[in-house]
């Protein structure tokens, strides 16, 4: 079992940056991989970015260019730095951790609202 726990999240301008953090329980290094998935009301989830263990990274073609995922494999943490907000980026954010692929586990989500 691995637990996620996010956090900051909140209330931004258009325009602004927000940095969020997910510290996760277990190893994240031996994971597959590591991602952020974002939901709005009334929208399926979908993937904003995603860091693989070797190394490479895929991002949701709306946040390219915004959104940067990062990890620092010795705190077990994953970030996601998002700059130039826009209030379509309003939405609940999820971490997922793939230890496997197939096998994953989501933290609670956190909140992040852009407003116009």
């Known amino acids: 079992q691995v637990q996620l726990v996010e956090s900051g999240g909140g209330l931004v301008e258009a325009g602004g940056s927000l940095r969020l953090a997910c510290a996760a329980s277990g190893n994240i290094h031996r994971f597959n991989a590591m991602g952020w998935y974002r939901q709005a009301p009334g929208n399926q989830r979908e993937l904003v970015a995603r860091?693989?263990?070797?190394?490479?990274?895929n991002y949701a073609d709306s946040v390219k260019g915004r959104f940067t995922i990062s990890r620092d494999n010795a705190k077990n943490t994953v970030y996601l730095q998002m700059s130039s907000l826009k209030p379509e980026d309003t939405a609940v954010y999820y971490c997922?951790?793939?230890?496997?692929?197939?096998?994953?586990?989501w933290g609670q989500g956190t909140q992040v609202t852009v407003s116009s």
């Open positions: 997922n951790a793939e230890v496997v692929v197939g096998y994953y586990f």
């Open positions: 860091s693989l263990t070797g190394g490479s990274t």
